[in-house]
């Protein structure tokens, strides 16, 4: 079903600017490595734009999403393109998205439903099922969302929560981005049986694979998926199949694979994609693209203008007193 | 009325769920089976399926699980049938329900409890038997709790059940049999309180869990022996209090330590060094430290009766301390 078509001329051109905004965010960052502004590590998520910014199009405000590593695009996308405090987190500053406690890889955001997210690959796929428990034993509305990668669909605990999802019966669906790397770890040597999706149907999940660089597919698969789960009350699982246009973090010199190799998935650029589909729908051209180019870039700028005016980071004791809550109820 | 250790704990759970909706009970076999040692039993009768949750042999997963639900408000409570197989939960516990208020700068948090038999003494040998709680000491975040008796058990669980933050809950195998004074309903221990289950004045012995039992069993040998021993049970590992162990040893002016698990790297290091800084300048003789043998618990009734610390072994190092 194509959902997509029917939203909005406008909501449709918008999301051209939102990709715009992550992939201008993610080149900051990216240039700001260079210079080593940033106290930790970081993982880009550029290439993967449509699959973020698809999905969380397609989510409810009151459905939840746990991310993982590669969280950026996940996280501008849920909580309104928020530049200024993920740019504060990544700086360490107490204007960030958690006080500068968390980092690039843990960041959260519970009042816009962007729960948490987490540096353990695989590490938020059971939490989703608990949080799709909680969904299920309050009888609220909305879905668990777990974002995760290839590389986490290995894992056992990712396995383990399929089944307990499937037994349990729980609002929750897997997106797993396949970006076709972990770490340095091509899927098709490292993902026995590279088709992933068909692993939750071993589980007896609703399953489907869509190609995660073409925004409306994506968006409509989540939407599917999403009224699935909310109808059937049964979780399902989706692979969006993408590619990381960067090294895994930082320190990635990409020494296992070639410029050959990553320039067909370079020049299938999720947004120059999503740039001809509104082409053909007559709803953007080339002058819109600039206009959003430059106004993501600007929006990027004031971000860093915004870190460059905080008040600094947390002093060493209150970042002590936020160890535990210590609170009893 | 007289309760054991282990219907102390199912009275806790009784209570907590009574009294809030959002207590549930998840692990393997803790259904109709009643838990593996019988801790749960006649709870799925009373609050159904849905708030005392069978799981699959899949701890991991379900302790994610529940890291996910308390993140969300539930108050998870999870059986993991051995302490043994908590390292299977490591990661949701150490990784996860350990950070996220941290992390998020405070705004979530991770009310959940993992309720696990520890020790050794029943003949369940290497996998079934370790003391495994020194490994939750040193990660900040969590807090760490292991009663002795069956009053401190209920009222600590239901402390425990009712904390914002998560808790590793140390039951001992041992101590499930015996019996004290439980009153009925809820009551509370506080959190980072020790208890001095008997006063003296000759030494201070400092232990937790069944080791407090032999503390005390050794304690009344002694005054046999006109030694007057004063037993202090920790009772919570982390948060410690350190002002009861300072006032006790300042008082006896001798400290000897006693845990059931390998001195080397453990918690009774950490214990003599609260004793050296806090109440150092009026020891009379230097720390004793008694624990496990260093080597994994053995099946044979005699090897593992040997390789713990016993009454007798503890009367005897407080007699050398003391001549």
New interface residues.
């Given amino acids: 079903m194509d959902h997509f078509s029917r939203l909005e001329g406008t909501v449709r051109t918008r999301q051209l600017r939102n990709m715009l905004i992550i992939r201008k965010c993610e080149e900051t960052i990216d240039r700001l490595n260079t210079e080593n502004a940033f106290h930790g590590t970081n993982h880009l998520c550029m290439g993967q734009e449509a699959s973020c910014v698809g999905a969380v199009l397609a989510l409810g405000d009151e459905d939840w999403i746990i991310s993982n590593h590669r969280g950026h695009g996940f996280y501008l996308a849920r909580c309104s393109y928020d530049v200024n405090r993920l740019l504060a987190e990544m700086f360490g500053l107490r204007e960030g998205a958690c006080m500068g406690l968390g980092g690039s890889m843990h960041i959260s955001d519970a009042d816009r439903h962007y729960l948490c997210s987490t540096g353990v690959v695989a590490g938020g796929v059971p939490i989703s099922v608990g949080v799709a428990m909680d969904l299920k034993y309050h009888s609220l509305p909305g879905i668990a969302v777990s974002t995760f990668g290839d590389g986490a669909s290995n894992q056992g605990m990712a396995l383990e929560s399929l089944n307990l999802a499937s037994l349990w019966e729980v609002p929750v669906l897997f997106y797993c981005e396949n970006n076709r790397y972990a770490v340095s770890s091509p899927s098709e040597r490292f993902v026995a049986n590279t088709t992933i999706w068909e692993r939750a149907a071993g589980f007896g999940i609703r399953s489907m694979k869509v190609d995660g660089n073409d925004l409306p597919a994506v968006y409509n698969a989540v939407s599917q998926a999403r009224e699935y789960i909310t109808t059937e009350r049964r979780p399902c699982f989706i692979e969006a199949e993408t590619y990381r246009f960067n090294g895994h973090s930082r320190s990635d010199k990409l020494l296992y694979r070639s410029p050959q190799d990553e320039e067909p998935h370079r020049n299938a650029d999720p947004i120059l994609r999503y740039l001809d589909y509104l082409k053909n729908e007559s709803l953007a051209d080339d002058a819109l693209m600039d206009q959003y180019s430059r106004e993501a870039q600007q929006l990027v700028q004031e971000a860093l203008g915004f870190c460059e005016a905080s008040s600094g980071p947390l002093t060493l004791e209150e970042a002590l007193s936020l160890v535990r809550s210590g609170v009893s109820r | 009325m007289k309760k054991t250790y282990l219907q102390a704990v199912t009275d806790a759970l009784d209570c907590a769920m009574g009294s809030d909706p959002n207590v549930?009970v998840m692990g393997e076999d803790v259904g109709v089976y009643g838990g593996g040692m019988g801790a749960t039993r006649g709870l799925v009768e009373k609050y159904s399926s849905?708030r005392v949750i069978d799981?699959?042999i899949?701890e991991?997963?379900?302790?994610?699980?529940?890291?996910?639900?308390?993140?969300?408000?539930?108050r998870?409570v999870v059986e993991i049938i051995f302490s043994d197989f908590t390292s299977l939960t490591a990661?949701?516990v150490i990784?996860?329900a350990a950070?996220?208020?941290?992390?998020?700068?405070?705004?979530?948090?991770v009310p959940m409890v993992i309720r696990t038999p520890m020790g050794a003494g029943t003949g369940a040998a290497a996998q079934h038997s370790q003391s495994v709680e020194n490994m939750y000491l040193n990660v900040?975040?969590l807090?760490v709790l292991a009663p002795s008796d069956a009053y401190d058990a209920k009222g600590l669980l239901i402390?425990a059940i009712?904390?914002?933050?998560p808790v590793m809950f140390f039951e001992h195998k041992k101590c499930y049999p015996m019996s004290s004074d439980v009153p009925e309903g809820s009551y509370r221990i506080p959190i980072g309180k020790a208890d001095i289950k008997k006063q003296g004045s000759d030494i201070s012995i400092i232990s937790y869990s069944y080791m407090s039992c032999a503390a005390l069993e050794a304690a009344a040998l002694l005054e046999e022996d006109g030694i007057s021993a004063e037993v202090v049970d920790l009772r919570s590992l982390r948060p410690l209090d350190t002002q009861t162990i300072a006032e006790s040893v300042g008082r006896t002016r001798r400290a000897l330590i006693v845990t059931e698990a390998p001195v080397f790297g453990g918690f009774s290091g950490e214990l003599e060094s609260v004793v050296y800084e806090t109440a150092g300048s009026s020891l009379l003789c230097p720390v004793r430290r008694l624990g496990g043998e260093e080597m994994p618990v053995a099946y044979s009734e005699s090897i593992e009766a040997q390789q713990i610390p016993d009454a007798q072994r503890i009367r005897k190092t407080v007699k050398e301390m003391l001549s």
């Fill in positions: 549930v849905s799981t699959p899949s991991t997963a379900f302790t994610g699980a529940a890291v996910g639900c308390a993140l969300m408000g539930m998870p990661d949701p990784n996860h950070k996220y208020h941290f992390m998020s700068a405070g705004t979530l948090s900040p975040g807090v402390s009712e904390l914002d933050d």
